[in-house]
């Protein structure tokens, strides 16, 4: 029987003592000069009863996420069948917090103790609490030596978790069965329970509308059809974070269901075949919710840092990483894990110029690496030692890297440390849920705004990174001598798929045994012949033949395949003397290619781009054979493709005023630059659309059509259903150019990137690809409310107006704000008159708009390819532009007025 600690004054020797959790039958005596469990002996010899060993003791459950006015809680369990555990002495440590338990107090045999996490005095109670955001609970005995640890993930509200059977390793969730002081169970939910998560699908399984989505597998044990109408599933417990089923959503008896998780399309509102929640899982972190018909949470799986294209899922009730992925059937078998040695503290920013303090751990194993429980730290004392747990279910990848966040709050996610970098220096450090540790940097003063770490990844060489900190990533140095100028990625014969390397120094650079590659964590691909060489400012070309397979569709290492479909990256490699990297590279990223497209190297007023080029320049760009084109040593590159559609005014911060809506004034321009109508799908596939991406998300209806040199809005409400909003949007605008929408989301103020896509022709059998839509960048504009950008379109009333539409796009120097033109072309083009004002002189006067740049150019024939300037670039500050010139032996000539940027 339990009783409450209370004091007892015994007269006669005039002492006192304090004793906490008494069990029944026995009692408390004096002993020497200590009191103890005794066996009840009145008016005799006090006599010590049996204890056994603190080792004895487990944490058995624990409730770290209370309801509103109720306090956490640990339970202790004593493991031996026959005798006691004496609790005095014993020291519980939560995170870096740590509090000794000095009661009088005993657990009996497969007895149980809950103790409070409230920071409250007595022997029911515990000097610290319980982070709801997940954290280690540690044990340890009089002594000091440790005895059991748990760490544990974000918790659920009113749910604890444990160990089932008492005192196992096996650890679930009770949901409404916590037992605290009572032999734990499992809630009676006869229903589907969580079966398979996939939080980061980059290329793993395609989702039945052809995008690599997330996914939520479920699976109903009972021999019965289960209806889901009215339950839930969440990435969280608000409502903002979950997604009901449907009425008519049911699973069948033994049965599996999938439900997709995109956060790009809206969510599933009616029972289909293809269920979607509308949101995206967190690859960084997170959780997954079941609730049932009335909100309770019936099922939940809470996980940490997650491998790509890796699921977790259940296999014998545990939740392990999964060899593949398996959405619909029984899950695959663990995936194979590699040694925590492999892992190393790979580069740190103590001191960033904006936002905070990072490091990064690099696995140089080829196998993923199970890292939950495992500690970081800044701390090396004992206690300092378990500062910062990883939650479980964290994994990183083979051959990858993790970053993690040093902000001081590791309830902001699973890649947030419980401490933060110090500039003048300290310590990092990485140790197994046992306190070994597997590897620890120090570092001195730290310079502003540059990262140190491991030159190549997982070395020695510990470098400084001035220009080139790469949280995340690959750590380099950057290779200038050498640039990636050219690529092509689509091709068919005679074409294939081409690299093309340019030297823009005034020196001869030697590039024999460096190495070509797709991949950052596989570098050593294709080995550069020895003794190629390219001559100040020249160019070589690498073909399909010499880095890729014979089908240049696979990857056979060490030779690698340029994927068209989905994007990829183009690195190169310096090597020293001997054929070891010496950490320097170069590359570059790009997305989705049309057939016989290249992208290339661009250089704007603010940086270099990497985009599609209006044509191939690789040397020889029209061959009759794929021999011909190799043929081909490089060029200088071609203009960018632009168009047909392209982004031609932005208004993102309308102004508030008066009575105005801000909300629904906002818009994006689409412009057709071109003669013909350009139809906003894909014509052999109908239902697959263009698309606005990135900063918000909008999916045009098949058969929109934009004329040619026509105009098409697209708005953050429905146009159709919302006819009041229209109409307020015409008078303040005063349009009548045709609307769509909504678009999800909103422009931000603060700068974003606005993508325009349109859809290529889907992946055919029997690509392994097969059905998948591959999604072509046609424009991308990342625009600033600051300069270079024009700042009076941040909330000025003015919008941001694209100068020349056939120009170059992300460029702000081909941008100006203006009052909207919303449905209007934004610059009236020049009208020109010509003038005979004397025997040998003419007048050319143009009608233009003032503060804008303009040039006079000429031909003496028009089936001539090129025009000549006749003088510089001039910015005109009046509406008018004249120009006189003399016409002496010049019978005929043609004169245009181009707007300059």
Excluded at 120 to 146: F, M, Q, T, W
Excluded at 153 to 170: A, H, K
Excluded at 536 to 565: H, K
Excluded at 727 to 755: C, K, Q, S, W
Aim: proline content about 9%; charged content about 20%.
């Amino acid at each position: 029987m339990r009783q409450s600690p209370y004091l007892i004054q015994i007269q006669i020797v005039w002492t006192a003592v304090t004793f906490g959790v008494q069990l029944t039958d026995y009692s408390v005596g004096r002993v020497g000069e200590r009191w103890a469990l005794t066996v009840p002996t009145p008016c005799s010899e006090n006599r010590l009863a049996t204890l056994v060993g603190q080792t004895n003791l487990v944490i058995n459950e624990w409730l770290a996420n209370a309801p509103l006015g109720s306090a956490g809680w640990i339970e202790l369990y004593n493991k031996d069948p026959s005798f006691p555990v004496a609790l005095q002495g014993i020291w519980i440590a939560v995170n870096d917090a740590m509090c000794r338990y000095q009661a009088l107090s005993f657990i009996p045999p497969k007895g149980f103790i809950r103790l409070f996490a409230d920071e409250l005095p007595g022997a029911e109670h515990l000097g610290l609490k319980l982070p709801a955001e997940g954290g280690v609970i540690v044990l340890y005995d009089a002594s000091a030596n440790e005895v059991d640890r748990v760490v544990y993930g974000p918790q659920v509200e009113d749910v604890s978790e444990g160990r089932l059977p008492d005192g196992t390793t096996n650890v679930v969730k009770f949901i409404q069965s916590s037992s605290p002081e009572q032999s734990n169970y499992l809630g009676q939910w006869n229903g589907p329970v969580l079966n398979e998560v996939l939080a980061r699908n980059s290329r793993a399984v395609l989702a039945p509308w052809s995008a690599y989505a997330d996914f939520i597998e479920l699976y109903n044990p009972t021999s019965t059809n289960f209806s889901l109408s009215g339950m839930a599933l969440g990435r969280g417990q608000s409502a903002a974070d979950k997604w009901f089923f449907p009425s008519g959503a049911s699973i069948g008896p033994g049965g599996y269901l999938v439900i997709w998780c995109d956060g790009s399309r809206p969510a599933s509102t009616t029972a289909s075949a293809a269920l979607n929640t509308g949101f995206k899982l967190l690859g960084e972190g997170g959780a997954v919710y079941l609730f049932d018909s009335v909100g309770n949470v019936v099922d939940s799986i809470a996980y940490g840092l997650q491998v790509e294209d890796m699921p977790i899922g259940r296999v014998n009730d545990q939740w392990q990483l999964l060899a593949k992925p398996t959405p619909g059937y029984s899950n695959a078998i663990p995936a194979p894990l590699g040694a925590a040695t492999s892992l190393c503290i790979n580069e740190w920013m103590a001191a960033p110029l904006t936002g905070e303090d990072w490091f990064e751990i690099y696995n140089r194993s080829e196998l993923p690496v199970d890292v939950s429980g495992f500690y970081l730290t800044d701390d090396p004392s004992v206690a300092g030692i378990v500062k910062s747990p990883i939650p479980p279910l964290s994994f990183i990848g083979a051959r990858k890297w993790v970053l993690f966040i040093a902000d001081g709050n590791p309830s902001a996610g699973a890649n947030h440390v419980n401490f933060k970098l110090d500039a003048k220096g300290e310590t990092v450090r990485i140790y197994t849920p046992q306190t070994n540790l597997i590897d620890a940097v120090d570092f001195g003063l730290q310079t502003p705004g540059v990262s140190q770490g491991r030159l190549p990844d997982g070395a020695d060489r510990i470098v400084d990174f001035v220009r080139t900190p790469t949280p995340g990533t690959a750590n380099y140095l950057l290779l200038e001598k050498v640039i990636i100028n050219e690529v092509l990625t689509h091709t068919d014969p005679p074409l294939e798929d081409a690299i093309e390397l340019y030297n823009p120094s005034s020196e001869v650079v030697e590039i024999g045994g460096w190495y070509i590659s797709d991949s950052l964590s596989d570098p050593k691909r294709f080995r550069i012949p020895m003794g190629t060489v390219i001559p100040p400012g020249g160019y070589v070309v690498f073909y399909q033949y010499q880095f890729g397979s014979t089908n240049g569709e696979d990857d056979e290492p060490p030779l690698f395949a340029l994927n068209s479909a989905h994007g990829d990256s183009v690195y190169l490699f310096e090597t020293d003397s001997t054929g070891n990297l010496t950490g320097r590279r170069v590359g570059v990223s790009f997305g989705p290619a049309p057939n016989g497209v290249s992208f290339g190297r661009f250089l704007t007023s603010v940086g270099e781009e990497f985009v599609l080029m209006s044509r191939r320049t690789f040397g020889v760009d029209n061959p009759r054979t794929p021999d011909e084109f190799r043929r081909g040593s490089g060029m200088p590159n071609a203009y960018p493709l632009v168009g047909p559609i392209v982004i031609n005014e932005i208004m993102y911060a309308p102004p508030n005023f008066g009575t105005n809506n801000p909300d629904i004034e906002e818009f994006i321009e689409l412009f057709n630059i071109s003669d013909v109508a350009v139809p906003l799908y894909d014509p052999a596939y109908p239902t697959n659309t263009w698309r606005i991406d990135n900063a918000v998300k909008f999916s045009f209806a098949p058969g929109t059509v934009i004329p040619p040199r026509g105009i098409l809005l697209v708005v953050p409400f429905d146009p159709l259903n919302n006819p009041a909003a229209t109409a307020a949007f015409r008078v303040r605008y005063n349009t009548d150019a045709p609307l769509v929408g909504p678009y999800m989301g909103r422009l931000d103020n603060a700068g974003e990137t606005i993508e325009l896509l349109r859809p290529d022709t889907p992946q055919l059998p029997p690509h392994p690809d097969a059905g998948y839509v591959p999604y072509i960048l046609v424009e991308r504009i990342s625009y600033l409310p600051i300069s270079p950008w024009p700042t009076e379109a941040a909330g000025q009333g003015a919008s941001l107006q694209r100068i020349v539409s056939e120009n170059f796009g992300n460029d702000p120097m081909n941008w100006r704000a203006g009052l909207p033109t919303a449905g209007r072309i934004n610059i009236k083009p020049p009208m020109g008159s010509v003038e005979m004002i004397g025997q040998d002189t003419i007048k050319l006067k143009f009608i233009v708009e003032p503060g804008l740049t303009y040039q006079l150019e000429y031909k003496d024939d028009l089936l001539d390819s090129v025009w000549i300037p006749v003088n510089p670039s001039v910015m005109v500050d009046s509406s008018e532009y004249i120009v006189e010139m003399s016409a002496t032996n010049t019978p005929r000539r043609f004169y245009r007025l181009v707007l300059r940027p």
